[in-house]
């Protein structure tokens, strides 16, 4: 595993984001979903799939496959891999970092705390048939979901 942009540090959280931090999802992922995703990933047709939010601007943190490597990124207007945070070059690797990982640690990658970070309901959501990166999609899954 290579990183290449470190976690925000807690000591750069304000109170209140301290106080978000401690009531997300602190569950890790495990090795199933850990394992599912990564099967999804590799089936990746284009260097744009993988799991992402598609929209202007700032779209958080995605998960990719590409070249035999999995790759953890930031992504702006919905155009795959910008800035490499992370890159894993098995499936052991990326299964057995994913795994340990759950809502609150993510919530520590990507420019911004918390800003559109991989979640365990964005993992489930890629996970589905009709997985769509579009935000609308997102939306009507979490409805779904309610």
Not at 27 to 50: F, M, P, R, T, W
Not at 108 to 115: D, P, Q, R, T, V
Request: proline content about 1%; some cysteine; charged content about 25%.
């Amino acid at each position: 595993m290579k990183i290449n942009i470190s976690k925000i540090s807690f000591e750069k959280l304000t109170k209140k984001e301290l106080q978000v931090f401690h009531n997300l999802n602190n569950e890790n992922y495990g090795e199933k979903i850990a394992h599912k995703v990564s099967e999804k990933l590799k089936q990746s047709v284009n260097e744009s799939d993988g799991l992402y939010f598609s929209h202007r601007d700032y779209c958080g943190i995605g998960i990719f496959f590409q070249k035999g490597s999995f790759i953890l990124s930031t992504v702006y207007d919905g155009h795959g891999i910008d800035k490499v945070i992370a890159e894993f070059n098995s499936d052991t690797e990326f299964i057995n970092w994913l795994s340990k990982e759950n809502d609150q640690s993510m919530s520590l990658y990507g420019e911004k705390f918390n800003n559109q970070t991989i979640t365990k309901l964005r993992l489930n959501w890629f996970l589905e048939d009709n997985y769509s990166p579009v935000w609308n999609d997102y939306c009507e899954y979490i409805r779904a979901t309610e």
